[in-house]
Nanobody, 126 residues
Framework: QLQLVESGGGLVQPGGSLRLSCAAA???????TGWFRQAPGEEREGVSC????????HYADSVKGRFTISRDNAKKTVYLQMNNLKPDDTAVYYC????????????????????WGQGTQVTVSS
Protein backbone atom coordinates (compact mmCIF):
# COMPACT_ATOMS: atom_id res chain seq x y z
CA GLN A 1 0.00 0.00 0.00
CA LEU A 2 1.20 3.46 -0.94
CA GLN A 3 0.30 6.27 1.44
CA LEU A 4 -1.41 9.15 -0.34
CA VAL A 5 -2.38 12.56 1.06
CA GLU A 6 -4.57 14.96 -0.91
CA SER A 7 -4.72 18.74 -0.51
CA GLY A 8 -6.02 21.78 -2.35
CA GLY A 9 -9.77 21.36 -2.17
CA GLY A 10 -12.13 24.12 -1.16
CA LEU A 11 -14.99 26.38 -2.17
CA VAL A 12 -14.82 28.15 -5.52
CA GLN A 13 -17.27 30.07 -7.68
CA PRO A 14 -18.39 28.71 -11.05
CA GLY A 15 -15.77 29.47 -13.66
CA GLY A 16 -13.00 29.47 -11.08
CA SER A 17 -9.94 27.25 -10.72
CA LEU A 18 -8.38 24.96 -8.15
CA ARG A 19 -5.29 22.79 -8.10
CA LEU A 20 -5.34 19.54 -6.20
CA SER A 21 -2.14 17.88 -5.02
CA CYS A 22 -1.50 14.32 -3.93
CA ALA A 23 1.72 13.57 -2.06
CA ALA A 24 2.91 9.97 -2.07
CA ALA A 25 5.40 7.84 -0.21
CA UNK A 26 8.60 6.43 -1.78
CA UNK A 27 7.97 3.92 -4.56
CA UNK A 28 5.64 6.32 -6.32
CA UNK A 29 7.66 6.10 -9.54
CA UNK A 30 6.32 2.60 -10.26
CA UNK A 31 2.67 3.54 -9.82
CA UNK A 32 0.12 4.87 -12.23
CA THR A 33 -1.98 7.49 -10.44
CA GLY A 34 -5.36 9.05 -10.86
CA TRP A 35 -8.05 11.29 -9.49
CA PHE A 36 -11.54 10.03 -8.79
CA ARG A 37 -14.57 11.85 -7.47
CA GLN A 38 -17.82 10.97 -5.80
CA ALA A 39 -20.79 13.24 -5.25
CA PRO A 40 -23.54 12.40 -2.74
CA GLY A 41 -25.87 9.73 -4.11
CA GLU A 42 -23.73 9.12 -7.16
CA GLU A 43 -21.21 6.50 -8.20
CA ARG A 44 -17.51 7.12 -8.03
CA GLU A 45 -16.08 8.44 -11.31
CA GLY A 46 -12.55 8.19 -12.68
CA VAL A 47 -11.80 11.83 -13.55
CA SER A 48 -8.24 11.77 -14.82
CA CYS A 49 -5.32 9.36 -14.71
CA UNK A 50 -1.65 9.35 -15.67
CA UNK A 51 0.89 6.63 -16.39
CA UNK A 52 4.02 5.95 -14.34
CA UNK A 53 6.28 8.02 -16.57
CA UNK A 54 3.67 10.71 -17.17
CA UNK A 55 3.64 10.12 -20.92
CA UNK A 56 0.04 8.94 -21.14
CA UNK A 57 -3.09 10.55 -19.71
CA HIS A 58 -6.78 9.75 -19.69
CA TYR A 59 -9.71 12.05 -18.98
CA ALA A 60 -13.40 11.56 -18.43
CA ASP A 61 -15.45 13.24 -21.14
CA SER A 62 -17.00 15.54 -18.56
CA VAL A 63 -13.68 17.22 -17.77
CA LYS A 64 -11.81 17.16 -21.10
CA GLY A 65 -10.46 20.57 -21.99
CA ARG A 66 -10.93 21.87 -18.42
CA PHE A 67 -8.80 19.60 -16.21
CA THR A 68 -5.11 18.76 -16.58
CA ILE A 69 -3.30 16.00 -14.71
CA SER A 70 0.45 16.01 -14.21
CA ARG A 71 3.03 14.41 -11.97
CA ASP A 72 6.47 15.20 -10.61
CA ASN A 73 8.19 11.93 -9.77
CA ALA A 74 11.08 13.70 -8.07
CA LYS A 75 8.63 15.30 -5.65
CA LYS A 76 6.44 12.17 -5.52
CA THR A 77 3.40 14.31 -6.22
CA VAL A 78 0.53 14.23 -8.71
CA TYR A 79 -1.52 17.33 -9.52
CA LEU A 80 -4.94 18.03 -10.94
CA GLN A 81 -5.39 21.53 -12.35
CA MET A 82 -9.10 22.25 -12.60
CA ASN A 83 -10.22 25.26 -14.64
CA ASN A 84 -13.65 26.60 -15.59
CA LEU A 85 -15.20 24.71 -12.71
CA LYS A 86 -18.93 23.97 -12.78
CA PRO A 87 -21.39 23.14 -9.99
CA ASP A 88 -21.50 19.57 -11.35
CA ASP A 89 -17.82 19.23 -10.40
CA THR A 90 -18.78 19.39 -6.73
CA ALA A 91 -17.65 16.17 -5.07
CA VAL A 92 -15.09 14.57 -2.80
CA TYR A 93 -11.96 14.04 -4.87
CA TYR A 94 -9.75 11.05 -4.16
CA CYS A 95 -6.22 10.32 -5.26
CA UNK A 96 -5.40 6.70 -6.09
CA UNK A 97 -2.39 4.71 -7.24
CA UNK A 98 -1.69 1.24 -8.54
CA UNK A 99 1.45 -0.31 -9.96
CA UNK A 100 2.19 -0.73 -13.65
CA UNK A 101 -1.22 0.18 -15.09
CA UNK A 102 -1.96 2.20 -18.21
CA UNK A 103 -3.67 5.53 -17.64
CA UNK A 104 -6.98 4.20 -19.03
CA UNK A 105 -6.86 1.09 -16.84
CA UNK A 106 -6.04 3.27 -13.86
CA UNK A 107 -9.26 5.24 -14.32
CA UNK A 108 -11.19 1.96 -14.12
CA UNK A 109 -9.49 0.87 -10.90
CA UNK A 110 -11.87 -1.01 -8.59
CA UNK A 111 -12.31 0.61 -5.20
CA UNK A 112 -11.15 -2.60 -3.53
CA UNK A 113 -7.69 -2.50 -5.13
CA UNK A 114 -4.76 -0.10 -5.19
CA UNK A 115 -3.95 2.66 -2.73
CA TRP A 116 -6.35 5.49 -1.92
CA GLY A 117 -6.17 8.80 -0.12
CA GLN A 118 -8.75 10.11 2.31
CA GLY A 119 -10.25 12.59 -0.11
CA THR A 120 -10.61 16.36 -0.35
CA GLN A 121 -13.87 18.26 -0.76
CA VAL A 122 -14.36 20.46 -3.81
CA THR A 123 -17.45 22.67 -3.80
CA VAL A 124 -18.36 24.85 -6.78
CA SER A 125 -21.05 27.32 -5.84
CA SER A 126 -21.90 30.99 -6.09
Amino acid sequence: QLQLVESGGGLVQPGGSLRLSCAAAPGFTYYATGWFRQAPGEEREGVSCISMAGDSTHYADSVKGRFTISRDNAKKTVYLQMNNLKPDDTAVYYCAAAPYLTSRAMCNLPRSTGSWGQGTQVTVSS
